[in-house]
């Protein structure tokens, strides 16, 4: 196992095939902005790839187009379970498929032992390949590093947004009250703040409504399991209140609403 830059991975595999699918009026194109670093068996996972796309590159109509995307898949339980990464590859239909089933069988036998599945699909007018990689190791992306201090007493939601957190490539600190969470805010300068309302020594309401003095550019997303009582009593105090149990899909979203995306 090494560990592999997916972009840079996957840019430099697109740009190896340019020449041969520019011989055949093939179009090559691909979305490979996954800013995430992996874990992977990068010289059988290249091979295996080369030797797929080329086929593809032989096997399709003159000026088709070959699409490759990368995509990073957050689990719905991100404590017990590790992201995957999904490589797809999408081609016209084509009328004799023998060699790429052949390449296809091939890469399944040396990755099966590589925890990958790979999935084919064809239809009428498209065929698509799927190679998930799961449970790899998440390094970190690139991008905005941006902070985040979650605030809750309960060390398993801690944990839940933590995981949710990194995997968005945030750098999180984790507090108990709300006294802490000033000194966290103060030291760190996070780039967003997430609390519970009900803790110990300062609850969130005097928290939220501290933050909002001190630092009012940061915003604030509030989780409780009593949202709909507290909308009228926050109002215009938190910029998102989300309802308990979180889910990865509430948290990510939130994150979008109030973060800059570049």
């Not at 689990?75 to 060699?99: C, H, R, S, W």
């Not at 985040?148 to 968005?168: C, F, G, I």
């Not at 933050?211 to 909308?231: H, M, T």
Request: hydrophobic share 45%; with cysteine; proline share 6%.
């Amino acid at each position: 196992m090494t560990a592999v830059n997916v972009p840079h991975f996957m840019n430099a595999l697109l740009a190896e095939l340019q020449a041969d699918a520019g011989e055949r009026g093939v179009r090559l194109v691909g979305d490979t902005s996954t800013n995430m670093t992996i874990e992977a068996e990068a010289t059988v996972l290249h091979g295996g790839l080369i030797e797929i796309i080329g086929t593809l590159i032989r096997s399709v109509p003159n000026t088709s187009s070959i699409s490759l995307v990368t995509s990073l898949l957050i689990p719905k339980d991100p404590v017990k379970q590790k992201p995957a990464l999904l490589i797809e590859i999408t081609a016209p239909a084509m009328t004799n498929t023998v060699d790429v089933d052949a390449d296809i069988r091939g890469m399944r036998a040396s990755l099966a032992h590589a925890f990958t599945d790979i999935i084919v699909a064809s239809r009428e007018h498209s065929w698509s390949l799927s190679i998930t990689l799961p449970s790899v190791t998440l390094h970190g992306q690139d991008g905005p590093n941006f902070t985040a201090v979650v605030v809750d007493d309960d060390p398993d939601t801690q944990d839940y947004l933590r995981a949710v957190l990194e995997m968005r490539g945030m750098k999180v600190i984790s507090v108990s009250d709300g006294f802490d969470a000033l000194i966290a805010i103060e030291r760190y300068r996070p780039d967003v703040v997430l609390t519970d309302i009900l803790m110990p020594n300062m609850n969130g309401i005097d928290l939220i409504t501290r933050i909002k003095k001190a630092c009012p550019e940061v915003p604030v997303i509030v989780f409780s399991g009593f949202r709909d009582s507290l909308v009228d009593a926050i109002a215009g105090l938190p910029d998102v209140i989300l309802p308990k149990p979180l889910t990865r899909d509430l948290v990510l979203n939130a994150l979008a609403a109030v973060l800059p995306s570049s």
